[in-house]
């Protein structure tokens, strides 16, 4: 695993509020949610690959996804588990919100 | 009313996170979710006035709380309904959140 992942009960909801609050990074969210573990280069099109790894760091540091090396790529996948122990609920109503907005 | 409120199908899920990604602003969220309408000026403490105005224009222009006049303040309350019919559910998850945080 890649270091900067914070343990559980680190995982503070305005981060997870802040790394959410951008239409990018919940599109990816949402993948992550419905495929599972994804590679990196799979998630978004047409971005740079400057613009990706901020969006990775932002999601990594605030505790929403798992980032880990295979390969020559890294593989991104949702802290399900961490986040509804955090916040029972919330990755749920956030999904369906996701669901709502993009209906 | 103010004129910057957004009409409830222009709140964004991404603006209202973005919103709520502070803790101060998520403490103005739980405080006015528990009392109803509140004066802006009992509900931080120790905020400076510039930066009181920035947390209301913010929580105003993503669609989280109605902001009105009243004599010489402003009253301020959450927009429940509109953020339950826009993001069902995502309001409560959220709220139990900030109270697991906080306990």
Known sequence: ???QHPA???ILLENV???LGNPMRLK???ALAADGERACGTL???ISKSTLTHHWRVLRDSGV???R???RENLLSLRREDLDARFPG???ALLNAMEEDAS
């Open 69 to 71: 090396p295979s390969g």
């Open 8 to 10: 559980r009960e680190q």
């Open 1 to 3: 695993m890649i270091a």
């Open 65 to 67: 996804i798992w980032q």
């Open 90 to 92: 919330l990755l749920d």
């Open 44 to 46: 978004l099109d047409g």
């Open 28 to 30: 990816v969210v949402r």
């Open 17 to 19: 509020l802040t790394a």
